[in-house]
């Protein structure tokens, strides 16, 4: 079913390729050549595959975005990375560096051939490795705001033509909904990558709860990664930033909307088989908030530790 999302495209990617097109066969010494494709959150998720690769070829290179590059280069350094723009047929610039014989495979394609079951996802351990100095010196910054815990809120996520106004819900409606298990000594951080201001503003106005802003979240995807991987806890919906949270095993509540996106994660009983520190809550409707709130709220208070941490 997966394999559908090339309907629209003109020609079929994959048809294009023809014999160059990698289809989980034995790979005799080939070149394994994996191309990208979708948002920066979906390169996350294919990217907890791509350690395995190595056992089936002796070299194998994977086109990322630029703004992956640094962290997907520390964090698997035995792969060959090939950074490139974001653009929908970015595949098509592998064609000239191909040779004869390599093998070309579309990044969303591999969970077809490397997770033919959910025991095939495993432990669901993190993958992505944040650069450390980076990581200490936000955790620093952090916690000279506040002696609590540091979370981090996304709250609008998608496209206009990926169901944003469906994975998206208002700032005050998050913190309202969690105004009971939100510490009052905890250290709240915006990490939307475009600019709600006012809205945060308002929010400390009408709400009186602050929540620490910085300008990397939105023009360095890579710096933000090290932002993430200092905080305690992110609390977010469906966007780049649950895939980051969850890849660097920083724990991650995910406000998941009834939509078709929906079944990327593989939920099951509020977890996910992608990530291990994930844990979902889903609408129990279309546009039903506040049930996917109330289950966070509970999964909160319910916590071992009494709290967020």
């Known amino acids: 079913h997966y394999a559908a999302r090339w309907y629209t495209h003109e020609p079929d990617p994959e048809a294009a390729l023809g014999t160059r097109l990698w289809r989980g066969e034995a790979l005799d010494g080939q070149r394994l050549i994996v191309a990208r494709e979708q948002g920066v959150g979906d390169e996350i998720l294919f990217a907890s595959l791509y350690g395995e690769l190595r056992a089936l070829s002796p070299c194998v290179v994977v086109q990322c975005s630029t703004r992956l590059h640094a962290v997907f280069a520390r964090s698997l350094p035995d792969i060959e990375w090939w950074p490139c723009a974001e653009q929908a047929e970015a595949w098509t610039t592998l064609l000239p560096r191909l040779a004869p014989d390599d093998r070309v495979v579309f990044a969303g394609s591999l969970p077809r051939w490397l997770r033919r079951s959910r025991e095939a996802f495993g432990a669901g351990k993190a993958y992505l ?19 609590g815990p540091l979370i981090g809120l996304s709250w609008r996520g998608g496209t206009a033509a990926n169901f944003r106004d469906l994975r998206s819900l208002p700032l005050a409606t998050l913190l309202e909904g969690l105004h009971d298990v939100l510490p009052a000594q905890c250290v709240l951080v915006d990490l939307q990558y475009d600019d709600h201001g006012a809205e945060v503003a308002a929010c400390a106005r009408e709400l009186g709860r602050g929540i620490a802003r910085f300008e990397v979240t939105r023009s360095d995807f890579a710096a933000t990664l090290d932002l993430v991987a200092a905080l305690d806890r992110v609390i977010t919906v469906q966007t780049a930033v649950a895939h980051a949270a969850g890849a660097l095993g920083v724990p991650t509540e995910v406000l998941v909307p009834q939509a078709p996106t929906t079944v990327r994660w593989l939920p099951r009983a509020g977890r996910s088989a992608w990530y291990r520190s994930v844990r979902l ?24 530790s009494g709290g967020l941490v």
């Open 281 to 304: 809550h889903q609408q129990a409707s279309p546009g039903d908030w506040a049930s996917a709130l109330a289950s966070l709220a509970r999964t909160l208070r319910a916590d071992s």
């Open 129 to 147: 490795q944040p650069d450390p100095e980076a990581r200490a010196h936000w955790r620093a910054r952090l916690q000279a705001l506040g002696t």
